[in-house]
């Protein structure tokens, strides 16, 4: 008798770690992923012959688990804490989880930032992007508003006229 109660208790714990496994290994799925904030950063700003500037847009996902898709940007853009203008648009890219892809966007700047550009004379120049970037899990998520407030330096390129990076 003391035989068949061992069997059965350890039948009992057999079916409870069984239970226990695989509720564990159900709650590991994809439910439970979640984006992380993400980043754009200014990867390069070229200022064109007609006065327009272009500026390449570093989007970056640190998210460890999911890709997301990037719908859309808008910030405002400042140099040396002076308004430089508004970066407005939809890159429309996929980036893999942990990793980034760039967009490239052309406006007009307001005459405050070209004048702190202009008085930069070929040093570097903070910058400052605020405003919110729209991105979804995976390639078809929905969009969900992300706060953008990146800041960083900008050089110019030596032995070329008009780039920053």
């Known amino acids: 008798m003391p035989l ?19 509720l564990l290994l159900g709650a590991c799925g994809g439910i439970g992923t979640k984006l992380q904030p993400p980043t754009a950063s200014i990867q390069q700003l070229t200022v064109n012959s007609d006065g327009t500037w272009a500026a390449v847009v570093r989007f970056q996902n640190y998210s460890y688990d999911t890709g997301m898709h ?11 804490g002076k ?38 004379k070929r040093n570097a120049i903070q910058y400052e992007l605020k405003g919110t970037l ?27 006229s008009n780039i920053w990076r």
């Open 4 to 22: 068949q109660t061992a069997f059965r208790n350890l039948r009992a714990l057999a079916a409870i770690g069984l239970l226990a496994t695989t």
């Open 70 to 80: 990037v719908y859309a940007i808008d910030a405002t853009l400042s140099l040396n």
């Open 83 to 120: 308004p430089a203008g508004r970066i407005a648009f939809s890159p429309t890219l996929d980036i893999p989880a942990m990793d980034a892809d760039i967009g490239n966007v052309t406006f007009k700047p307001d005459a405050a930032g070209a004048t702190a550009l202009a008085e930069a």
């Open 134 to 160: 729209s991105v979804g899990k995976g390639v078809k998520g929905s969009a969900q508003s992300f706060k953008l407030d990146g800041k960083g330096y900008i050089s110019p390129v030596p032995g070329v």
